[in-house]
């Protein structure tokens, strides 16, 4: 993209992309599509992008991935435009294609601390899309749907059964409905259009306007701040889990004791069983279905990124622990479990969006509406 | 500094006689093979007994995780002033001794040494384990006030953490043989299905014996009722079975690995 240096605010800065495609998009024919990533960061992110190229235009940031020869072929450079929408949630708006973003910043998340995709639960995506539907009377026009056979959604037919769906045509919204009746799916992606535009919206956080235009960048506003309490608090709690050493003092006396902030993930409509849990412990599952999607590649991925050691699972009643290594930020956590819950016991190298990828891949595997919690926290059932 | 040692080669060589030589390679070649077959026959068995130690280990780290975890926790017990200050005391003594020490450094200053046991198959034996390690801790209390209370005096006491199905049998014994001992019980809560820690109370509260059985601060054996744990919190202690620390070894290797590789 290219974007003028001026001071902007969101709002500025998307009008002047609505407004002068042609510029924005000199050089590209065809897929004048803005894409925006909701990524977690650490507080102080600014610190995160420093080895970066960065120019500040008001209050969006420009980050830039500068060129690499690969095969001999200059690549162009990959700019990013920041807004921090809320500490610790920024929108990542770039024109760039899959391959760009993967070798650049999907890169760059992986190997640094403090910084992570984010993503929408299940049941959020889904709301999402019933909104644009009741509100803009969007028609849904693609889908991919997923269904784990551990999810107590309900299902008419064969729920004990892992499936997928990719779906196209102009029935898609009512093949959707009628596939969540059926089958119990629930989309983990879906493409809609409003009049004659045409969005898509990622369980990983990914938005992308196909059309861009007042309308749609205003929807995209709207739609981020319809999740973004939610966002903040999965954030939040989860930088909350630590594992300290602390000062209390007893008269003239200092004491250093070990403090601990746990979490915990419950699981309102699945109940765990050892089976369960010896499949997460030891992946290589022989009911694997085929997934090529990229929705399903980062599924997959998310399954490949922890380890998990020293495991111990007992039936009757369902009792497992063990260490967890989120083999690509370096973060060791525990965990304790019954068949309704597991406490989270943050241990070493503790860097907030493993626990965040944690709950994802709980909420992927188990249950589509798991929630997370400091462990003192009490839950509503 | 010199080595004196010769390498199996240099000392083949040093026999310069052909039918020593022969006889010391016959001989190596047997003594190997009968090591071979010994390793083989008994091999299932070794794995077996490092498998049952290990599983062993991990039972008794439940319930020692079970007992510690809710001092370290912010919670109910926390918040009356009771802090996990750490694993064997006296291990760097090197006794063998007690697992856990939990401390309240607030007037009146109280030290509760426990030992956790995650199968009591012969109860009277574990208790008179625990009452033998109380002694030794005794003996060294002078140490223990200087090195971990920083002289402050406290009231010691001492807990038996168990799992809760052995709980009210651990409880019953204790008394039998003259209390002196709180006993904690570990399990799954049957109502919130959640893993509990609570105080057990003795069989008779009211005699001399049962009275020894109860917290001095009455607000803790109140509180410790149902209080919500975990298994899992600390992944090693100096106690552990051997295979559990080298594991923990190969995870530190891993991790500076990682350092390296990511900023």
Known sequence: MKIPT???????????VAGNLEDVFEGRNERKWLKAHLIFVAKE?????????????GDVTRIRFESTKTDGIEEVPTDFYIYQWAPGLLIMLTSSTKEEYEKTLKQFISSTRGITQSW????????????????????????IGRRYRHWKYPAKVRPEYDRRLSYSGEDASETLKEMQNIYGLIPSSFDIRIDDYKMQINRNGLFVIRHINFKTVGILQELIERIVAEQIYIRNTSEKFNNKIKTIFAGTEQFKIPRIVAGKISLPNTVLSQLMINRMFHPGDPYDIGETEREDEDAEELKKKFSFLDTFVEEDPLVFTST?????????????GTDREMAIIPKHRITFESFIRFYDFVTLSFDYDARLALFSEELLA | MKNYLLDDTDFVTSLSIDSLQSEYKKKKK?????????????????IAKKLEGIQLDKSHRRVLNACIFPFSQEGELTRLGYYFIRASPLAELGISNLDFLIFHPETPSIAIFGEAKAQVYDPAKVTEET??????????????????????????????????????????TIQRKGGGLKVWGTGLNVNTEKPELSFKRPWVETNLDGRTMFHKDGSLTQKLSQIETSWEYKSIFPESHPFAKLSLL????????RKNRIY
Request: net charge negative.
């Open chain 1, 6 to 16: 001026r001071h902007y605010t969101l709002e500025s800065f998307l009008e002047y």
């Open chain 1, 45 to 57: 992110w600014k610190t995160i992008f420093s080895d970066l190229t960065s120019e500040t235009l």
């Open chain 1, 120 to 143: 929408i639960k299940p049941s959020m995506l889904d709301e999402m899309k019933n909104y644009l539907i009741d509100r803009y009377n969007a028609k849904v026009y693609r889908f």
């Open chain 1, 324 to 336: 967890v290594v989120d083999e690509d930020k370096g973060t060791i956590f525990g965990i304790s």
């Open chain 2, 30 to 46: 047997e003594l190997f093979n009968s090591i071979e077959q010994r390793y083989e026959k008994q091999k299932e068995s070794l």
């Open chain 2, 131 to 172: 009452k033998k390690r109380i002694r030794i801790v005794e003996t060294k209390s002078s140490y223990v006030q200087e090195i971990y209370m920083k002289n402050l005096s406290p009231e010691l006491e001492f807990v038996l953490g168990v799992s809760m199905s052995y709980s009210t049998e651990v409880v019953k």
């Open chain 2, 250 to 257: 190969a995870w530190i290797r891993e991790n500076e690995c």
